[in-house]
């Protein structure tokens, strides 16, 4: 043999460890993958359950505003001393999520850093959580109070036909210098998803339009701004947040209710009392338990504050960030204030 | 027979790659197989922790005023494989608790799995540093023997909770076995 073919022969020695080397990694490394994203998908399936059937400690965390540093356990169920439902969330608590707090009091707003350490998700893990309506109402404005309603599914926006709609208007009415509702009005949606609601004229920019859907079961209530003075407030628990601008003279809010009678809904509200805390804070009274909003004038009288447990909320550990292309979700249906929502929750790995 | 010296040389050191191609092929595919192992602990470490963390729920979801007894659940595990499931509180190092996996005899293909619950001031406590029996209401013939560390082998590995009161429920894991067996 000569040296060349001494020289041959290693290379290809040398050539056939390299190619099934590769072949194996190659190989093994697809079911790598699908084992990583198991593994991710068990942990967001133990995050999910620990979030949504476990009310925290303290159990009332949501409206207990000095609760930030005190919260030992993260958990956004429903706590009650006799029953419970399982997936059903406290609002307060979901709120207590959305960082639209952080304009009115930053100690209100629980930082995604403070989840991750009671989650116990060290730097390993990112998460994310979103709720969203079952049902995707919107209004379009026909006329001076005349609005057709649209209620989709929100998977692949498809119509929902037959879909019960119970509507009321609440306005400022400067005569009798009162929060006044209109007639309720029930509708039922066409084919294309769609059905109108007829206030005919309010003479008031201080209105909001309370819409309930109801769909086999699947209930949601929507409140929407339908005139131009209004002022957005937080409702936690016993206290309304508003801006510090703002400020409220008059001790009555007004809270609206949701009942179920004989046949339908019933959109109705109770008249409750409140106290001025601090600039921006004030404590009612009394919360009747099944609350969707509350209203209240403004001091000069000029704006209609109004608050909602509607829980629209997006509450993610990367701020902005809205794509999650490596992170594996997980979805439940939950009811939150009566209302039907879906939740996903993606988690992601931060490293490999 | 002459035999050139640089065959000599070359044969030895063909010989010598072949073996060395071998014993790197075999590194090669033994890292693989510990990555693959440690695959499967860390699934079977995730799905422990699942389950504890649901079976706490779930006792504390009752909401008894009196005591309902321990819960508990059979936990459907690999049985080819030897290996460790311990339930560690790290809770001094700023980690909480986590369950841990670790293949018989080897410290270094391991896993862990996080347990969302980062505190002992919280009202679920982890059973990690005892051992014992507890009895499950109905069944009088096989007992839970509850200790911080089991052997993920053939035998029925249980996950269970207790809830003492409104301010204590104990977890753990176990094996479910058969009274003085």
Redesign the interface.
């Known amino acids: 043999?000569h040296?060349y073919e001494?020289l041959f022969?290693?290379i290809i020695?040398?050539s056939?460890?390299f190619a099934?080397?590769t072949m194996?990694?190659t190989l093994?490394e697809p079911?790598?993958n699908v084992?990583?994203r198991?593994?991710l998908k068990?942990?967001a399936?133990?995050?999910m359950?620990?979030i949504l059937?476990?009310p925290g400690?303290p159990a009332d965390w949501g409206n207990d505003l000095t609760v930030e540093g005190n919260l030992?356990?993260?958990g956004l169920a429903k706590h009650?001393?006799?029953?419970?439902d399982?997936y059903v969330l406290d609002p307060y608590k979901v709120l207590r999520l959305n960082d639209a707090l952080l304009q009115l009091d930053r100690s209100l707003y629980i930082p995604p850093s403070r989840l991750r350490?009671?989650?116990?998700?060290?730097n390993?893990y990112g998460l994310a959580l979103e709720f969203s309506p079952a049902l995707v109402v919107s209004i379009d404005k026909k006329g001076s109070d005349r609005y057709e309603l649209t209620v989709m599914s929100e998977y692949g926006g498809l119509p929902i036909v037959g879909a019960n709609v119970t509507a009321r208007m609440y306005y400022y009415d400067v005569d009798s210098n009162n929060v006044v509702g209109t007639d309720l009005i029930v509708n039922e949606t066409e084919y294309r998803g769609k059905c109108i609601v007829d206030f005919g004229s309010i003479p008031s920019e201080m209105k909001i339009l309370i819409v309930l859907v109801e769909y086999y079961g699947m209930r949601l209530v929507r409140v929407f701004s339908a005139g131009s003075n209004l002022i957005r407030a937080h409702l936690l628990g016993d206290f309304l947040f508003v801006d510090k601008t703002c400020t409220i003279s008059r001790d009555e809010v007004y809270e609206i209710i949701v009942s179920k009678r004989f046949g339908g809904y019933s959109i109705e509200n109770v008249e409750s009392s409140l106290s001025k805390i601090e600039d921006g804070r004030f404590r009612l009274t009394y919360v009747e338990p099944s609350t969707v909003a509350t209203l209240t004038v403004s001091q000069d009288g000029g704006n209609l504050i109004f608050s909602s447990l509607e829980a629209n909320v997006t509450y993610s550990m990367i701020a902005g960030k809205w794509s999650f292309p490596f992170a594996y979700s997980v979805e439940r249906t939950v009811t939150i204030g009566g209302s039907l929502y879906n939740l996903r929750l993606y988690l992601w790995r931060m490293s490999w | 027979m002459d035999v050139p010296i640089s065959h000599v040389v070359g044969t030895i050191a063909l010989i010598s790659l072949v073996v060395a191609a071998g014993v790197a092929y075999s590194l090669i595919t033994s890292y693989i197989e510990v990555e693959v192992r440690k695959q499967q602990l860390n699934q079977i470490a995730e799905y422990v922790a699942l389950n504890l963390v649901e079976i706490v729920n779930l006792v504390n979801f009752a909401n008894f005023s009196s005591d309902p007894g321990t819960m508990m659940r059979i936990l459907n595990l690999p049985s080819n494989l030897a290996y460790l499931i311990m339930l560690v509180d790290a809770s001094g190092q700023g980690q909480g608790y986590y369950v841990y996996t670790q293949l018989m005899g080897r410290e270094d293909v391991s896993a862990r799995s996080l347990i969302p619950l980062n505190s002992t001031q919280t009202p679920v406590i982890f059973v990690v540093d005892s051992k014992g029996f507890l009895r499950v209401r109905g069944e009088d013939s096989k007992v839970i023997q509850y200790s911080s560390t089991v052997y993920g082998g053939a035998q029925d590995v249980v996950v269970w909770a207790w809830k003492k009161d409104d301010t204590a429920t104990w977890a753990g894991i176990g094996l479910w076995k058969s009274q003085g067996g």
Not at chain 1, 80 to 84: H, K, L, N
Not at chain 1, 117 to 122: F, H, I, V
Request: aromatic share 4%; glycine share 2%; charged share 25%.
């Open positions: 043999m040296i001494y022969t290693a020695i040398l056939m460890l099934s080397s194996i990694t093994s079911s790598r084992s990583e198991e593994q068990i942990t399936q133990k995050l359950a620990q059937l476990d400690d030992k356990t993260f009650s001393e006799t029953t419970r399982a350490d009671l989650l116990n998700l060290g390993e």
